[in-house]
C-alpha cells in the first residue's frame, strides 16, 4: 500500500483503511515525554486537487471533513533523533501504530515501519527482545509483527532510517499546502 501526504492525513487515512502489520507495545519512543502541540512548522491547511480544503492542522488537532483526531486523546507525538513520532492505538489489539516525520530542509518525509523480510531480519538482530508474529483477537483477525525496542533501540531505527519513506513534500508552516 502507498501513503499520501500530508503525512496526518495518510496516518489517519491508514489506520482507518488497514490493519498495521507493524505494531510497537507502547507509543514510541519509550520513556519520553509527549509533546503537547504539534509543531509549528506542520500546522497548516491541505487542498486537495480541486483546491478544496481537504485536512487543518492546528495546535493539537487534526481536521480532515468532519473528523476531528486530538492530540493527547487519539493520538500522541513524541521527538527523537530528529524525528517527530507519531503513535496512534489499535483498537483491536491494544498495541500502538507508529510513524516518523522527518523535516529536510523546507520540506518532511514520513516513514511508516513495513513488515517486509530485510526488516524483520534487521529487527532480529538490532532488538534484545526478538519481533513476535501475532493474530489479532477476533474475526476475521489479522496476522501483525509486535516490537518492543527500548529507547536505545528505537533511536538507532531512526538514526539508520529502518522505516519506508515517501517522496519529501512541502512543509506547511502555518500556510496552505496546494497538491
Not at 47 to 59: A, C, H, R
Not at 68 to 77: A, P, Q, S, T, Y
Not at 116 to 142: C, S
Request: proline share 10%; net charge neutral; hydrophobic share 35%.
Amino acid at each position: 500500500m502507498t501513503f499520501r501526504f500530508p503525512p496526518f492525513i495518510a496516518v489517519a487515512l491508514l489506520v482507518t483503511a488497514c490493519t498495521p502489520k507493524v505494531q510497537f507495545d507502547e507509543p514510541m519512543p519509550p520513556s519520553r515525554w509527549n509533546l503537547p502541540n504539534i509543531p509549528k512548522d506542520y500546522r497548516g491547511t491541505f487542498l486537495d486537487e480541486e483546491g478544496q480544503v481537504e485536512t487543518v492542522i492546528g495546535k493539537d488537532t487534526i481536521r480532515t471533513g468532519e473528523d476531528v483526531m486530538v492530540n493527547g486523546e487519539d493520538f500522541l507525538l513524541r521527538r527523537m533523533a530528529g524525528h517527530l513520532v507519531y503513535s496512534q492505538p489499535v483498537p483491536e489489539t491494544g498495541q500502538w501504530e507508529v510513524y516518523v516525520l522527518r523535516k529536510e530542509g523546507e520540506d518532511m518525509v514520513l516513514g511508516a515501519f513495513k513488515d517486509n523480510d530485510a526488516f524483520l531480519r534487521r529487527m532480529a538482530t538490532l532488538l534484545e527482545v526478538d519481533p513476535e508474529r501475532l493474530k489479532a483477537p477476533g474475526k476475521p483477525g489479522y496476522k501483525y509483527t509486535l516490537l518492543r525496542p527500548s529507547a536505545k533501540e528505537f533511536k538507532t531505527i531512526l538514526k539508520e532510517r529502518l522505516y519506508e519513506e515517501e517522496a519529501p513534500k512541502p512543509l506547511p508552516k502555518g500556510g496552505v499546502i496546494k497538491p
